[in-house]
T-cell receptor, first 114, second 111 residues
Framework: KAGVTQTPRYLIKTRGQQVTLSCSPISGHRSVSWYQQTPGQGLQFLFEYFSETQRNKGNFPGRFSGRQFSNSRSEMNVSTLELGDSALYLC?????????????FGDGTRLSIL | TQLLEQSPQFLSIQEGENLTVYCNSSSVFSSLQWYRQEPGEGPVLLVTVVTGGEVKKLKRLTFQFGDARKDSSLHITAAQPGDTGLYLCAGGGGSNYKLTFGKGTLLTVNP
């Protein structure tokens, strides 16, 4: 069974640019969550999607957005990139949303802002 | 805002030693999960605990959820180099599903 696939694995951008990251969940999983991981702040929740609807959002500025498609694949977009956006962006999928649902993580996209 | 504090932040031990890492909060969680993350990879779920006082064992790893569901511990017996990694606890609760992660314990087991 294929795991969660995130593309690209590595990305280098400059300040002010925008970026789109992609996540393909495990087949049959309908909930997708996004996290930002940095050495200083650890893993921080960005948002969660289920059935193409954003169900939950973390404390990030509006420059961070996402969407989910009918096949459950998800994308996140970051506009007007800042140096502080350099991080590992992780996507996780689960069968359905809910407290205690096991999250299956991809290996992340490493975003570096120059 | 729910916060999870993990301790210690770093731990370096020799193969064969025992260790315990802690995950504490002032908030009550409906469930708590432990993950292990290795360099260059995403976190992998080890266990989910949902009942106060619950103890779960996974080979040499023992997980405990506090009676008040505010804290948890992970105990590793006879650690091996393959146990090296970042151990993360994550709590879930509230009306909306949202996992709150601790910052992790970076464990190094030296051969």
């Amino acid at each position: 069974k294929a795991g969660v696939t995130q593309t690209p694995r590595y990305l280098i951008k400059t300040r002010g640019q925008q970026v789109t990251l992609s996540c393909s969940p495990i087949s049959g999983h309908r909930s997708v969550s996004w996290y930002q991981q940095t050495p200083g702040q650890g893993l921080q929740f960005l948002f969660e999607y289920f059935s193409e609807t954003q169900r939950n959002k973390g404390n990030f500025p509006g420059r961070f957005s996402g969407r989910q498609f009918s096949n459950s694949r998800s994308e996140m977009n970051v506009s007007t990139l800042e140096l502080g956006d350099s991080a590992l962006y992780l996507c996780a999928s689960s069968l359905v949303p809910g407290v205690g649902q096991p999250q299956h993580f991809g290996d992340g996209t490493r975003l570096s802002i120059l | 805002t729910q916060l999870l504090e993990q301790s210690p932040q770093f731990l370096s031990i020799q193969e064969g030693e025992n260790l315990t890492v802690y995950c504490n909060s002032s908030s009550v969680f409906s469930s708590l999960q432990w993950y292990r993350q290795e360099p260059g990879e995403g976190p992998v779920l080890l266990v989910t605990v949902v009942t106060g006082g619950e103890v779960k064992k996974l080979k040499r790893l023992t997980f405990q959820f506090g009676d008040a569901r505010k804290d948890s511990s992970l105990h590793i017996t006879a650690a091996q180099p393959g146990d090296t990694g970042l151990y993360l606890c994550a709590g879930g609760g509230g009306s909306n599903y949202k996992l709150t992660f601790g910052k992790g314990t970076l464990l190094t087991v030296n051969p």
